[in-house]
Nanobody, 115 residues
């Protein structure tokens, strides 16, 4: 089964930037869309950004204008560029790939924004 592994997380000061990537261990077919979620301590996992196979994007209101989701290669199918980071963006970030038959999740990467 294909595994997803996120990278690019870390500690950054408020106002800084990070770029998250999602690597796939194998080929994924019949993709319907790709997304980034995040989960902060004590909170539910929430959708951050979504992109369709034709490039239509959707963002949570809290990240609009600051984050950009983009499609990549078959090995790194989706990225998340995060600019103007705020302490409230601190969370574990997960990539998700939705197919006709199965939804793939990564294990998450920690993003910590200090004030």
């Amino acid at each position: 089964q294909v595994q997803l592994v996120e990278s690019g997380g870390g500690l950054v000061q408020a106002g800084g930037s990070l770029r998250l990537s999602c690597a796939a261990s194998g080929s994924i077919s019949r993709i319907n869309g790709m997304a980034w979620f995040r989960q902060a301590p004590g909170k539910q996992r929430e959708l951050v950004a979504y992109i369709t196979t034709v490039g239509v994007t959707n963002y949570a209101d809290s990240v609009k204008g600051r984050f950009t989701i983009s499609r990549g290669s078959a090995k790194n199918p989706v990225h998340l560029q995060m600019n103007s980071l705020k302490p409230e963006d601190t969370a574990v970030y997960y990539c998700k790939i939705l197919t006709e038959w199965y939804d793939y999740w990564g294990q998450g990467t920690q993003v910590t924004v200090s004030s």
